[in-house]
């Protein structure tokens, strides 16, 4: 078997580690007493999401949708079909939508409007990475990982013909 080059890192595993633990102390914060339903956006965020699911200390549930928007290329389409929907009622609970990366925030966009229309009593955007070199839609983050420049990156889940979302870390596909 073939080995290919190793995949230089961009933010390290520590770091993911660290700042997605940050980050569920800042959810815990904002949604004591409330309903809480985290909705990952498949397949990209489900490392992530499981990570940061654990590092929220409150009862909450997890659901899922899946969006398609890159196929297998390296930039989005533009165009974002919802093709898996969520299954927990929403009405009057506080949701966080949970993205891997914002880029174009046409995915963002699309899905926020989508969960908006359950009527949720909130509904607030973490995303994992953001890049705003490829903004196209704003999008308001209410949570954030990291910013990054416009490098297409794979790993903790972000894959490339759907490789490399075991890395333990991000890394640049060069």
Same mark, same amino acid.
């Given at each position: 078997?073939?080995?290919?080059?190793?995949?230089?890192?961009?933010? =390290?595993?520590?770091?993911?580690?660290?700042? =997605?633990?940050?980050?569920?102390?800042?959810?815990?914060?904002?949604?004591?007493?409330?309903?809480?339903?985290?909705?990952?956006?498949?397949?990209?965020?489900?490392?992530?999401?499981?990570?940061?699911?654990?590092?929220?200390?409150?009862?909450?549930?997890?659901?899922?949708? %899946?969006?398609?928007?890159?196929?297998?290329?390296?930039?989005?389409?533009?165009?974002?079909?919802?093709?898996?929907?969520?299954? *927990?009622?929403?009405?009057? %609970?506080?949701?966080?939508?949970?993205?891997?990366?914002?880029? =174009?925030?046409?995915?963002?966009? %699309?899905?926020?409007?989508?969960?908006?229309?359950?009527?949720?009593?909130?509904?607030?955007?973490?995303?994992?990475? *953001? %890049?705003?070199?490829?903004?196209?839609?704003? +999008?308001?983050?209410?949570?954030?990982?990291?910013?990054?420049?416009?490098?297409? +990156?794979?790993?903790?889940?972000?894959? *490339?013909?759907?490789? *490399?979302?075991?890395?333990?870390?991000?890394?640049?596909?060069?």
């Amino acid at each position: 078997m073939r080995r290919s080059r190793p995949i230089p890192a961009l933010i =390290t595993e520590r770091r993911l580690r660290a700042r =997605t633990r940050a980050i569920g102390r800042e959810i815990r914060r904002d949604h004591r007493g409330g309903d809480l339903v985290l909705v990952g956006v498949l397949r990209g965020s489900f490392i992530f999401m499981a990570d940061l699911a654990r590092s929220i200390d409150l009862p909450l549930a997890c659901d899922f949708v %899946k969006v398609s928007s890159y196929g297998s290329r390296t930039v989005s389409s533009g165009r974002v079909r919802i093709e898996l929907d969520v299954s *927990h009622p929403l009405r009057g %609970k506080h949701v966080v939508l949970v993205e891997d990366i914002v880029d =174009t925030g046409f995915t963002a966009e %699309k899905v926020l409007g989508a969960l908006r229309a359950r009527r949720p009593a909130s509904l607030r955007l973490c995303t994992l990475l *953001h %890049k705003p070199a490829r903004g196209r839609v704003e +999008v308001k983050i209410d949570y954030l990982g990291f910013t990054i420049p416009d490098r297409f +990156v794979v790993g903790y889940g972000l894959d *490339h013909g759907g490789l *490399h979302r075991n890395l333990r870390y991000i890394g640049v596909l060069e």
